[in-house]
């Protein structure tokens, strides 16, 4: 067995402790100016964030013996074991993908997880949720991947959202994170920009069976993703038109708008991806390698639909 406060090191525990003393601080503010629903939407996250901090130092894992980067839960063997002979494929497929080399692959943590609950508490992740990942690491459900794989729309085509495409996906974000860091990744890179790589550098997965025919019907009739410029971690991906179908409509329209970026200037692309592994601004680095606005861009993408 394993234990999982040996994963996180004094470095992580101290940041976990600092980020409940800073927000316990600030929901304190908030009462004093009577600011009430933020500090209950503060104190919501604080018990969120503990109940998450709690599982990452408590939850044992088994860790796999062909590769100690895979830790999982009991009656998950058969599935890890096949993944540990490929993993260094996995990250060699995403370096290619996006360019560059992992900044650290030797120490990233894959944790798989046969319990749907003890997944959401230890990665603080949605319930509709097949993976997750952090600067450091990913976590996979596969409960969540099963009863995906099971669902009936599945049952007549193949579904995108398998272990090895999830696990792609969430190397992706991890590849990313590792460059520009967690708040970064939130508060400056857009969910349509990360998502979309994820989604197309893993084939796919996390846009379902909504086919690239029919994200063009729906951008044609108005319902389309935003391209904005910035990110927001507090704000839900900008969209215009009906999206009461759910994300994977987005994540499919997202990951179309990456692939014609790349297609429609190649070394543009693979330059943007360094400028932001570099520190550069999301916004600021599109006029400089594509010599166009977003808006611009987007514009010509749905022009060529």
């Not at 996180?8 to 601080?25: A, H, Q, T, V």
């Not at 260094?88 to 692959?105: C, G, L, P, R």
Request: charged share 20%.
């Amino acid at each position: 067995m394993h234990n999982i406060t040996q994963l996180l090191g004094k470095e992580n525990m101290d940041r976990c402790i600092c980020n409940i003393f800073c927000i316990s601080r600030f929901a304190l503010l908030l009462y004093r100016r009577k600011l009430v629903c933020f500090m209950i939407a503060l104190i919501g996250l604080l018990t969120a964030s503990c109940s998450t901090i709690s599982a990452r130092l408590t939850y044992d894992f088994e860790v796999d013996s062909l590769d100690e980067r895979l830790l999982y839960e009991p009656r998950t063997e058969d599935t890890v074991g096949k993944i540990s002979t490929h993993l260094d494929e996995y990250i060699e497929q995403i370096e290619t993908a996006q360019f560059s080399k992992f900044k650290d692959s030797s120490n990233i943590k894959i944790h798989f997880f046969n319990d749907k609950t003890r997944y959401l508490r230890f990665s603080g992740g949605r319930p509709s949720t097949f993976g997750s990942a952090t600067t450091n690491g990913a976590s996979i459900s596969l409960a969540r991947i099963r009863e995906r794989l099971t669902e009936n729309l599945c049952q007549t085509k193949a579904c995108p959202e398998t272990v090895n495409g999830v696990l792609l996906h969430e190397l992706s974000h991890v590849h990313m994170r590792q460059y520009v860091g967690s708040w970064r990744y939130g508060s400056d890179i857009p969910s349509w920009f990360h998502e979309g790589l994820a989604t197309f550098v893993s084939g796919g997965a996390g846009a379902g069976l909504v086919s690239e025919a029919d994200a063009k019907k729906s951008i044609l009739s108005g319902s389309h993703l935003v391209p904005v410029n910035t990110g927001s971690i507090f704000k839900r991906p900008a969209t215009v038109g009906d999206f009461s179908w759910g994300t994977f409509h987005f994540y499919r329209q997202s990951a179309m708008f990456v692939e014609y970026l790349l297609n429609t200037n190649p070394t543009g692309f693979r330059n943007v991806l360094s400028d932001l592994r570099a520190g550069r601004k999301f916004r600021t680095v599109w006029k400089t390698n594509y010599d166009a606005k977003l808006a611009d861009l987007w514009a010509n993408f749905t022009l060529s639909l």
